[in-house]
């Protein structure tokens, strides 16, 4: 599935299905992302990797972007589709290629880099939330090259964005850097390189998005009243900064990715081009090994569960078994004392 154009190409990775409501009202979270980071003229395609959908590694290198989407699943599980996407993103990463990581997707970038992420010490977070930027960060790295599109006197120092998540990132991998946080969540946005970009919150969400989850969640008990009426109430009061996000990150998925030196005659560019070839030949057997292993890891747990299934039967049975040997020697006790008190009586 993909809306066609002939210039730039990306990917929405989509870790969550529909709702009903999300595709009566918008045909599916496909085209909110467009809606919301798309421009004319390009060519957008979805994989539903929650459903183990996945781009084929060697047309990765024609992409110039990715963005993984939120999920209701946890990224620091252990469900087969989260850990192939751990590995498909690290192969992305190392062709150096955008991507943007929204909510889920921040989080489970974070964890394919080498991170930490866990559930929030401090529960759901669900509503709106003041984000502040952390400007030293931003000012003191080429990573944040993107931001460069405000002006000194524009550049936001807070803005607010719509939240709903219960995992957060605990540690940035190493090299990233922090650039923006709440009093809720200490890891709002982070960069990586120039090249990876994940925010917690939720930019291509309008209002009624949120209402509607907000509703689902409470209807499933998966959050209590109190926090949902917070949650409404906030949402009351404004509306998220929704055209500074999508600016924010129009901007950096559509930037350049910085290059420490610029080739200067063919071999030059003939030897990137080789270098190319066969880092991409790498990448492709090393997820394919990591894939195999993977499988192997399933294969074995499934060994286990079933050995300590037919353990747990053997065990059953010999507890059944102790059990008739115990009801046994009762009952012949109980025959010895009989003929004890017989014997007596006999004497007697």
């Known amino acids: 599935m993909g809306v066609e154009g002939d210039r730039k190409r990306f990917a929405l990775l989509q870790a969550a299905r529909d709702s009903e409501y999300v595709k009566k009202i918008y045909g599916g979270y496909f085209n909110l992302f467009v809606e919301a980071f798309g421009d004319e003229g390009e060519t957008w395609d979805v994989f539903m990797v929650v459903d183990g959908e996945f781009p084929l590694l060697t047309d990765l290198n024609n992409y110039d972007g990715f963005v993984v989407s939120g999920s209701p699943y946890d990224a620091h599980g252990d469900d087969c589709w989260i850990r192939e996407l751990c590995v498909i993103l690290q192969a992305i990463d190392s062709l ?3 991507v943007l990581g929204i909510c889920f997707g921040h989080q489970v970038l ?7 992420v866990g559930k ?3 529960g759901w977070d669900i509503g709106l939330r003041n984000v502040k930027f952390n400007v030293k960060n931003i000012v003191n790295t080429s990573s944040c090259s993107f931001l460069n599109d405000f002006d000194a006197n524009d550049f936001p120092q807070l803005l607010y964005i719509i939240e709903c998540h219960q995992d957060e990132v605990w ?4 090299g990233a850097k922090v650039i923006a946080y709440s ?3 200490g890891v709002e946005m982070f960069c990586y390189g120039d090249h990876i970009l994940g925010i917690q919150g939720h930019p291509e969400y309008p209002l009624d998005i949120i209402h509607n989850l907000i509703d689902r969640l409470l209807c499933n008990g998966s959050i209590q009243e109190d926090l949902a009426e917070n949650a409404r109430l906030q949402l009351q009061k404004r509306e998220p900064d929704r055209k500074c996000w999508e600016r924010i990150c129009k901007g950096f998925l559509k930037a350049k990715i910085s290059t420490k030196s610029v080739d200067k005659n063919p071999s030059d560019q003939y030897n990137g081009c080789l270098k190319a070839d066969n880092l991409t030949e790498n990448v492709d057997k090393n997820l394919n090994n990591l894939c195999s292993s993977f499988l192997k890891e399933e294969i074995l747990k499934e060994h286990v569960e079933n050995n300590l299934n037919d353990l747990c039967k ?3 049975k010999a507890e059944i078994l102790t059990e008739n040997v115990h009801s046994s020697l009762n009952d ?3 025959d010895f004392h009989k003929a ?7 004497n007697n």
Do not use: F, M, W
Request: with cysteine; proline share 3%; hydrophobic share 35%.
């Open 183 to 185: 009093e809720k969540t």
């Open 171 to 174: 540690e940035v991998p190493l």
């Open 332 to 334: 012949l006790c109980k």
């Open 340 to 346: 004890e008190i017989l014997a007596e009586s006999v």
């Open 120 to 122: 929030s010490n401090s």
């Open 110 to 116: 974070c964890r394919a880099l080498g991170g930490k």
């Open 314 to 316: 053997g065990l059953l």
């Open 96 to 98: 150096q290629k955008k």
